[in-house]
Nanobody, 119 residues
Framework: EVQLVESGGDLVQSGGSLRLSCAVSGFTFADYAIGWFRQAPGKEREGVSYFSSSDDSTNYAESAKGRFTISRDNAKMTVYLQMNSLKAEDTAVYYC????????????WGQGIQVTVSS
């Protein structure tokens, strides 16, 4: 059974930092892309950053470039999102997602975790 469990969400002041963790089980990183999405109140879910399963490359949304870093500890089966220089607009529920990069796409989602940035 595929499971993803996020942790590390918190209330932080603007300009601060947080590190989110996603502990995964039930699959191998070679078979799934894995990364982070977020959903702010009243907005659609959007991609933040992910590892590609095909070549292990990392990808970032424009809003995350230069401030967020995705990393992975294969031994711990954990994916991290280091978020620096946080802004109020980063406030959202953050989700860890593992998905196939081929059709038909299959997604496995974590339960989501709240990140709140106060201005």
């Amino acid at each position: 059974e595929v499971q993803l469990v996020e942790s590390g969400g918190d209330l932080v002041q603007s300009g601060g930092s947080l590190r989110l963790s996603c502990a995964v089980s039930g699959f191998t990183f070679a078979d799934y892309a894995i990364g982070w999405f977020r959903q702010a109140p009243g907005k659609e879910r959007e991609g933040v950053s992910y590892f590609s399963s095909s070549d292990d490359s990392t990808n970032y949304a424009e809003s995350a470039k230069g401030r967020f870093t995705i990393s992975r500890d294969n031994a711990k089966m954990t994916v991290y999102l280091q978020m620096n220089s946080l802004k109020a607009e980063d406030t959202a529920v953050y989700y860890c997602d593992a998905y196939t990069e081929w059709a038909p796409r299959t997604d496995y989602w974590g339960q989501g975790i709240q990140v709140t940035v106060s201005s």
